[in-house]
């Protein structure tokens, strides 16, 4: 998918592909903003206890560090939506090494969200997790959505291959 170009990466995205790319960023930045809750098992994903036998130190790590944390987090995934292809169109996209960067974290970012939603732990097979999906219901929304896990892995790792070529 990505391709290494000079000092650009470049890759070509269909119509449903911009969709979901720019819906996954989109969910990710109202995460951070509208529904950021502490509580919400996705958010202590994202933004674990440093300390956590230690509330009091922890809360104070956190008040030094998570407003930037957080902003980091949202450009990021706005470096997603502001690369992809404007309108309902499929198109290209170009990375310079910084903004190639952002979308690897904020790839990243989704991922983490979407495995606690689905509750994929270390050595989950995600295939199996599909095949499994298909054989219960396959116009399931759990389909869907390991189906979109696995594609944004697929996509992370094409850009840290076209990165590290």
């Known amino acids: 998918m990505f391709r290494r170009y000079g000092e650009r990466y470049v890759a070509t995205f269909a119509v449903d592909e911009v969709r979901v790319l720019r819906k996954v960023a989109s969910e990710v930045v109202g995460l951070l903003t509208d529904g950021f809750d502490h509580g919400d098992p996705v958010v202590g994903r994202l933004f674990p206890e440093v300390y956590p036998e230690d509330a009091a130190s922890t809360a104070e790590f956190r008040r030094y560090t998570e407003g930037d944390l957080k902003t980091a987090k949202i450009d990021q995934a706005g470096a997603i939506l502001a690369a992809l292809p404007d309108g309902d169109v499929g198109g290209e996209v170009r990375l310079d090494a910084e903004a190639a960067e952002a979308w690897l974290r904020a790839l990243n970012d989704a991922r983490l969200a979407m495995g606690v939603r689905l509750e994929i732990k270390d050595g989950t097979d995600v295939g199996e997790e599909i095949d499994e999906a ?32």
């Open 134 to 165: 298909v054989a219960v219901d396959p116009t399931s929304s759990r389909v869907f959505q390991l189906s979109v896990y696995a594609y944004l892995g697929y996509l992370q790792e094409s850009l840290l291959n076209a990165l590290i070529d």
